[in-house]
């Protein structure tokens, strides 16, 4: 699979303490295990020149407060709260000054934050994803960039999940609909 450097982005989707430490109070260890294949995946795009985003779910204590439906913390119990070792990325993985990187509050990367307005301004058309919850917070964020116009491009083999069944569904539910699967080992930039 080959990528234009110049208007491709690898995205990489909230790969916090949280989520990827034993000690993080939604440890999976898939998404533990996503961290060196997604560190080989930023270094591709490094190399080449592409641009590197990284997501950050972050959630103020009082956000769901007020909520009628839409509850992660009834879900989930209360996580990467604002300010906490929880929401920061994992170490091993380390966005530098010229990353973007785009706190969000949901699961899509692109609701309310001004994700699509910078790859819309470095003119960015291509989107290498990976990261985690596979069935989450990847299929919500490039089901999103799909119906913007953007092609998501899934990692298969750097994508945290909780259960191996859980990212085979959302790695064929985005290919199915609307978006792309490759391993690391295929992606190339030009």
Not at 32 to 35: L, P, R, W
Not at 122 to 138: F, Q, Y
């Given at each position: ?30 998404s533990?295990?996503?961290?060196e ?80 307005g ?30 913007r116009?953007?092609?998501p491009v ?37």
């Open positions: 699979m080959q990528l234009d450097a110049d208007g491709a982005a690898v995205v990489v989707v909230d790969m916090q303490n949280g989520f990827c430490h034993p000690d993080g109070s939604l440890h999976a260890p898939g533990e295990d996503a961290i294949p997604v560190g080989e995946t930023v270094a591709t795009a490094r190399e080449a020149g592409a641009e590197v985003v990284w997501t950050r779910d972050v959630h103020p204590p009082e956000q769901f407060e007020d909520a009628h439906y839409y509850d992660e913390f009834e879900r989930w119990g209360e996580h990467v709260l604002e300010g906490s070792w929880e929401a920061e990325i994992v170490d091993g993985l380390d966005p530098r000054d010229e990353d973007l990187v785009v706190v969000k509050h949901t699961y899509d990367a692109f609701y309310e934050t001004q994700l699509e910078w790859l819309d301004a470095h003119g960015i058309e291509d989107l290498i994803i990976c990261g985690t919850l596979a069935n989450v917070c990847v299929l919500h964020t490039a089901g999103s960039a799909g119906l116009d953007y092609r899934l990692v298969e083999d750097a994508v945290g999940h909780i259960e191996e069944g859980h990212r085979e569904y959302a790695l064929d539910h985005a290919e199915f609909l609307f978006g792309e699967v490759t391993p690391l080992a295929d992606v190339e930039f030009v």
